[in-house]
T-cell receptor
């Protein structure tokens, strides 16, 4: 059974304090590792897809990386508007996603 | 206009009532999904459909049914609502890659 575990569950950062979120996955035949951002009361918003170990993608202050067992979402010099819950999800054959529980990030000014 | 819309956005209903949640998308995708989200449990797949004639159960389909009325429309029904179906429900669509989510329906069963 596919499993995705995210850590930590919650992260409090000062503005400008860089940090990383972890997503560990167990899946047979990974077809993609996805990162989403979710604001309170809203649907998840797509950020990145990673397909193979060693791949990296960046968007503004966010950078996602992938190894054979984990993915990391690095937040560089975060701003209060980066406060959200970040979700990762793995995809095996069949286009179904398995989501982790998310990491709630709070960036204080 | 939003690519994926859900109606209603909020609903309070009583135990035993039948309720339908509706989802429409303008992205032209064949694949559509219904998830529920509960605090601490993340997003869990209820049903999914890869085209109009295809319906598949997800990991938590008991107590739910779906209808794919057209490529753009996918409805979720609770035949007899119970309190533990209180949750946030999301519809999503995709091509072969990432999924795009609607704004969600907050459902409360009293």
């Amino acid at each position: 059974e596919d499993q995705v575990t995210q850590s930590p569950e919650a992260l409090r950062l000062q503005e400008g304090e860089s940090s990383s979120l972890n997503c560990s996955y167990t899946v047979s035949g990974l077809r993609g590792l996805f990162w989403y951002r979710q604001d309170p009361g809203k649907g998840p918003e797509f950020l990145f897809t990673l397909y193979s170990a060693g791949e990296e993608k960046e968007k503004e202050r966010l950078k996602a990386t992938l190894t054979k067992k984990e993915s990391f979402l690095h937040i560089t010099a975060p701003k209060p508007e980066d406060s959200a819950t970040y979700l990762c999800a793995s995809k095996a054959a069949g286009n179904k996603l398995t989501f982790g529980g998310g990491t709630r990030v709070l960036v204080k000014p | 206009d939003a690519d994926v819309t859900q109606t209603p956005r909020n609903r309070i209903t009583k135990t035993g009532k039948r309720i339908m949640l509706e989802c429409s998308q303008t992205k032209g995708h064949d694949r559509m999904y219904w998830y529920r989200q509960d605090p601490g449990l993340g997003l869990r797949l209820i049903y999914y459909s890869f085209d109009v004639k295809d319906i598949n159960k997800g990991e938590i389909s008991d107590g739910y049914s779906v209808s794919r009325q057209a490529q753009a429309k996918f409805s979720l029904s609770l035949e007899s609502a119970i309190p533990n179906q209180t949750a946030l429900y999301f519809c999503a669509t995709s091509d072969i890659g990432e999924q795009y989510f609607g704004p969600g329906t907050r459902l409360t069963v009293t």
